[in-house]
């Protein structure tokens, strides 16, 4: 069953198909090896790096996340400084203790880690091939995994299976199954219930409630020491583009600014926290998917301003909150994808500022109608947006592109809750438009900086 806490996890920046979700497979690749027996004849670990992972993988840090992937570092608990301290260790000393493996073996990133941008998988274009080698060159195990967005990975069979089988299979899991938001309406209707309370109960299947309520918690407690690490935090991100954090300093006039001016800063606010989350991810630290690393900043910036009264979180309202939006991610995830190598930005930052704004809409009061034409609203207008990273980083215009959502966000819940009942346009059919427009889309739009700002910007 798809859960509100796979929509919500714990992971390393700067990307959570290109970074989250080659480490997983790597790990995971050793995992099914050493299951079959190949692992002690491993002489030799060669990767493939497929399509959009070949062609932004260096500044998004892929070749990166394969090694700590292979050395058995997992996302949700890693420590970005050791990891990187172990990754330079593989690299000056040319060898690598492959997770699970008793023994080292030569490893160099140059000769082991191919970029093939020339490939570009049918199935899914976030491709990644693993071969182990034994002594007399032999290929002793191999597998091949597409990250497809979210940190979520996928084998070729999961992926060649029938979309709406797959589609039944999640969404019969719960106790209120629901695969589109007219379902999800009718049992808030049903119930006489918010769309919180039927994510909620459909959870119960998959943990005590206890465990559910204390994972969201955890996600709010990264969010926040997320937040505060980037607020605090000076200096140029990593890459070449010689980008500097804005963040602290526009902080720091937020909190000299006159009181009388509070009201005319609602943009500033959002703005800072959304800035501090993705230049922290740019910077390879630890954020949260929600439901992408490239759209990291929305979701919390948007509970910083509207979920924390006199620096006290409003813990009842955050997982209204993180429910809502999560159930509304469930629906992006079903039925269409999250990922920007198939969707454009539309899938990360679109599909963002529409779970925020569900989650605010829901916050405020909203009735589950009120919701769900909120999350409709958020995506509308970010219809056709695309994904052109400068330089194959996350910094531009992803950085700027957080804060803008998260205002988006707050703007959609607004209108959603002053609208009428006479909506034109559904929730079901704009998840639907957003996915005919990412099939419709050139891929060099969709995370290959091969076009838009990223052959237009002179990288200095």
Known sequence: MLSVLDIFKVGVGPSSSHTVGPMRAARRFLVEAGEAGALSAADRVHVELHGSLAL???????????????????????????????????????????????????????????LRGDIIPKLHPNGMRLRLIDAKGATAF??????????????????????????????????????SAAELLAHCADLNCDVADVVLENEDEVRPRRGTLAGLDAIWAAMHACVTRGLKTEGELPGGLNVRRRAPKLYESLIDAPLANDSERLFDWLNVYAMAVNEENAAGGRVVTAPTNGAAGIIPAVLMHYCVEDNEAQIDRIRTFLLTAGGVGMLYKMRASISGAEMGCQGEVG???????????????????????????????????????????????????????????????????????????????????????GLDMSTKYKETSEGGLAVNVVEC
């Open 351 to 437: 599909v963002a500022c529409s779970m925020a704004a569900a989650g605010l809409a829901a916050v405020w009061g909203g009735t589950p109608r009120q919701v769900e034409r909120a999350a409709e609203i958020g995506m509308e207008h970010n219809l056709g947006l695309t994904c052109d990273p400068v330089g194959g980083l996350v910094q531009i215009p992803c950085i700027e592109r957080n804060a803008i959502g998260a205002v988006k966000a707050a703007n959609a819940a607004r209108l959603a809750l002053r609208s009428g009942d006479d909506a034109k346009v559904s929730l079901d059919q704009v998840i639907e438009t957003m996915r005919q427009t």
């Open 142 to 179: 191999e597998q091949t995994y597409y990250s497809v967005g979210g940190g979520f990975i996928a084998s070729a069979r999961q992926l060649e299976a029938p979309a709406e089988d797959d589609l039944i299979v999640q969404a019969r899991a719960g106790r209120r199954p629901f695969a």
């Open 56 to 114: 932004t993988g260096i500044g998004h840090g892929s070749d990166r996340a394969t090694i700590m992937g292979l050395l058995g570092f997992e996302p949700e608990t890693t420590d970005p400084d050791v990891a990187a301290l172990a990754v330079d260790g593989v690299k000056s000393e040319g060898v690598i203790t492959l997770c699970g493996a008793a023994r080292a073996i030569a490893f160099d990133p140059r000769r082991d880690i191919e």
